[in-house]
């Protein structure tokens, strides 16, 4: 049975949910847009899939679609973890009419896939008031029209994408000149970042204003561009900081020269669409008589554990070895920093993975 949804709240309000944040979110799940194309198809299935932090609104989503559908439609939830719009859970795709993604924008253009960003309500002005201190501060009398004003770089998530056109008019209106560009294929916007791919970032500024949540996006940008300055401008947990690489850096040294001593390696090649990097996981195989290449769509510690190898090189998503690393107890490097182990590239070298022009 549908619930009816708080009168308080509009239509797509998902506050009453559960979740816990610092500021309220109103959230547009795009219903409408979602009927239409189960009109349009004659669908008799729907599937959902949502990020993790999102996962909990997915029954209530079920609820209102259950409620508006005709009968005899059926609404199915993917219970796979999904960590972006590479992730999809292509099981389900193929078995349902219609194939929604929540939290995302769209990686790779489909007919049957819709993808729905979940744009955040969050104001982002106050908080880039609060992140002017950490940035050069325009002179009173520069000309608006010369090149004196300082320049900025400006960059943010697809949660926050609604607002960028606000967040680089409120910088110019304050007397910076705002860098900005679209990165490559994998990016769906100008400035937009993704947790493996910051080349909206490759602009001609001293300082990149990051606008959003978290310091993964932020950290990963200023590893990949050390000359940059990264000040962080969260709006949902209203924090200014700046990226300091320091910790993450030693991290990465550490297992880096825990690997040198590995004897058998284990090769991950990542089966989730988007995430493989097939030639680069054969080609280290190719080269090393004690490298086994391995097959998984979930990497985990678990999985791992039971192949016994020394360590581990993961050509999947950057992320598995820069945010679950050190949980697994085997080092896990990344093609770049097994050069480095294996004596192919000095330490000095090293830098931050992540997915460039590649599907």
């Keep these: 049975m549908s619930r009816e949804p708080d009168a308080e709240y509009a239509a797509g309000d998902l506050r009453s949910t559960g979740m816990s944040l610092k500021h309220d979110r109103t959230w547009d799940y795009e219903l409408d847009r979602i009927l239409r194309a189960v009109d349009e198809r004659a669908a008799d299935t729907v599937g ?43 099981y389900l795709m193929r078995r349902t009419d219609v194939f929604v993604h929540f939290g995302h924008s769209p990686m790779k253009e489909s007919e049957k896939i819709i993808y729905v960003p979940l744009f955040s309500n969050v104001e982002v002005t106050p908080i880039m008031r609060e992140a002017l201190a950490e940035l050069p501060a325009p002179a009173p009398d520069a000309d608006p029209e010369s090149g004196d004003r300082p320049a ?3 960059v943010t998530t697809a949660q926050h994408m609604n607002r960028f056109d606000e967040m680089r008019s409120w910088l110019e209106a304050r007397g910076y000149r705002v860098q900005t560009r679209r990165g490559d294929e994998r990016l769906t916007h100008e400035g937009q ?12 500024a001293d300082h990149v204003l990051y606008v959003g949540g978290g310091k993964f996006h932020p950290l990963g940008l200023a590893m990949e561009h050390p000359d940059t300055e990264v000040v962080i401008a969260d709006p949902v947990n209203n924090v200014v900081s700046v990226a300091d690489t320091e910790t993450f850096v030693k991290q990465r040294y550490g297992a880096v ?14 089966t989730k669409i988007g995430q493989g990097r097939w030639e680069t996981a054969r080609e280290i195989v190719r080269q090393n008589d004690d490298a086994y290449l391995l097959t998984m769509d979930e ?10 190898l020394d360590a581990y090189v993961n050509t999947g998503c950057p992320r598995i070895t820069t ?23 000095p330490l000095e070298a090293l830098e931050f993975d992540t997915f460039h022009g590649t599907w």
């Excluded at 932090?53 to 609404?75: F, I, M, Q």
């Excluded at 219970?79 to 859970?89: F, H, N, R, T, W």
């Excluded at 990497?299 to 016994?308: K, Q």
């Design 48 to 90: 959902l899939q949502f990020p993790e932090g999102l996962k909990r609104r997915g029954p209530r989503v079920a609820d209102d679609l259950r409620a508006a559908l005709p009968d005899g439609v059926d609404v199915m939830i993917s219970g796979k973890p999904c960590y972006g719009a590479c992730d999809l859970d292509t």
């Design 193 to 204: 970042v993704l947790g493996c791919n910051y080349a909206s970032a490759d602009v001609d």
């Design 323 to 345: 945010d679950d690393g050190p949980q697994f107890d085997r080092p896990m490097v990344t093609p770049q920093e097994y050069r480095i182990a294996i004596g192919e590239e």
């Design 152 to 154: 900025v770089g400006l």
């Design 299 to 308: 990497v985990t510690p678990d999985r791992l554990r039971n192949f016994g």
């Design 257 to 270: 020269h825990r690997a040198m001593d590995a004897e058998e390696w284990g090769v991950i090649f990542c």
